[in-house]
């Protein structure tokens, strides 16, 4: 197959994009001409790689195969070229992918940590907005990454857990439902006053309802004190609230497992390190103390 990685990148832009306007901002190029070079990859392939109408693009079968070919292959060109640029520096680095907002208190017990460690280098933090660290972690911008199942996707990653918790109902103080000690989803679904924000998919695009869209926490959080919703996160988010949220425990909300991810081809011993000194940070007993911290409804 004669394709080029800048095809390639074009192709996954659009296709991970489903809009050609946005995939161009994103690459920093023109819409023209974007749209010239898909339609070459596709007379070059012999098949149509995207579904266009006036209103919407959609993968075929074949762009689907192509994307899914095409991620693995520019992330281990990011990669390795930055791993390249890494070996040739004096003193090594890891760059390290979460999501703004999210396992605070995790993070700085593991980066204290590590930092304490004989042999330990720099690390860089990569923050982001809903389910690029997956993105990052695949396209080699990062080295390590920690993912929230069932939300992300680990495939082709090496996985370890950290940490397992049950989830909160985030909403502001002056709810009725905020005095309450514990809430089941059913109670929740049924209040219309009561929208749950709406995170974006993996594609982009988000799920309908009332809820607003949002991409941040900290969006989110300012939405939710000035009364237009609500969302379920795990109890730890609780730890960075102000005194214009309250959070109740939801007893059936889906546990939540954070998880410390690196691609499987890995060979670096700094990432082997954090990983091992991550696995045994969160014992079983500190799991108990985050369930049990904070009072309901604070």
Not at 13 to 27: N, P, S, Y
Not at 232 to 248: I, K, M, Q
Not at 258 to 264: D, E, F, G, H, Y
Request: hydrophobic share 40%; net charge neutral.
């Amino acid at each position: 197959m004669d394709v080029d990685t800048r095809e390639l990148r074009y192709f996954v832009a659009v296709a991970e994009e489903l809009h050609f306007g946005r995939a161009a901002d994103r690459l920093g190029i023109a819409q023209p001409p974007l749209s010239r070079a898909i339609s070459r990859l596709e007379q070059r392939l012999g098949v149509a790689l995207l579904e266009r109408t006036s209103r919407r693009v959609a993968l075929t079968g074949a762009g689907a195969a192509l994307l899914a070919e095409s991620r693995p292959i520019l992330g281990a060109l990011a990669a390795a070229e930055r791993r390249t640029r890494q070996a040739a520096a004096e003193q090594p680095r890891i760059t390290l992918s979460v999501k703004a907002g999210t396992t605070g208190e995790l993070l700085a017990k593991l980066l204290d940590a590590y930092a304490g460690e004989p042999g330990s280098v720099p690390v860089d933090l990569l923050l982001g907005d809903a389910h690029q660290q997956e993105a990052r972690l695949r396209g080699g911008e990062a080295d390590v990454a920690l993912l929230h199942l069932p939300f992300d996707a680990t495939a082709g990653f090496e996985v370890e857990p950290l940490l397992t918790e049950g989830q909160v109902l985030v909403l502001p103080t002056s709810h009725p439902l905020a005095r309450r000690t514990r809430l089941h989803m059913s109670e929740i679904d049924a209040r219309t006053d009561l929208p749950l924000a709406r995170w974006p998919r993996v594609d982009g695009t988000y799920p309908d309802g009332p809820g607003v869209e949002i991409r941040n926490l900290t969006q989110l959080y300012q939405l939710i004190a000035l009364g237009r919703g609500a969302v379920v996160l795990p109890e730890s988010c609780r730890s960075d609230f102000t005194h214009d949220l309250a959070t109740v425990p939801v007893v059936d909300g889906q546990p939540v497992t954070t998880v410390i991810a690196w691609p499987s081809m890995s060979r670096s011993r700094p990432v082997a390190d954090l990983v091992r000194l991550a696995t045994g940070l969160w014992p079983q007993s500190d799991q108990d103390a985050v369930r049990s911290r904070g009072v309901p409804g604070r």
